[in-house]
């Protein structure tokens, strides 16, 4: 997997655990993000997420996009 992959699995894990500790359903998060749950479910596995869902999905989350990249890269 080259570093574009791994970093995308690395932000999947860190929001799917942000969405868990807020204690809301994939289904849940899916519906506030616009997106349909199948979707959410492909980018919490790190598959199809683009820098556009990446965006949504922080927003969704209430995270601003910048911190959440802060975060990881330490």
């Known amino acids: 997997m080259g570093q574009v992959g791994n970093t ?3 932000l999947s ?3 799917k655990e942000a ?3 807020r ?3 994939r289904e849940e998060l899916a519906f506030r993000a616009g997106v349909h749950a199948n ?3 492909n980018w919490e596995k790190g598959d199809g997420l683009t820098l556009d869902g990446f965006v949504q999905w922080c927003d969704s989350l ?3 996009a910048s911190e959440v ?3 990881v890269g330490r």
């Open 39 to 41: 979707t959410m479910a």
């Open 23 to 25: 204690h809301l359903s």
């Open 13 to 15: 894990k860190f929001l």
């Open 62 to 64: 209430g995270m601003m």
């Open 69 to 71: 990249l802060r975060k």
């Open 8 to 10: 995308r699995k690395v």
């Open 19 to 21: 969405r868990e500790r």
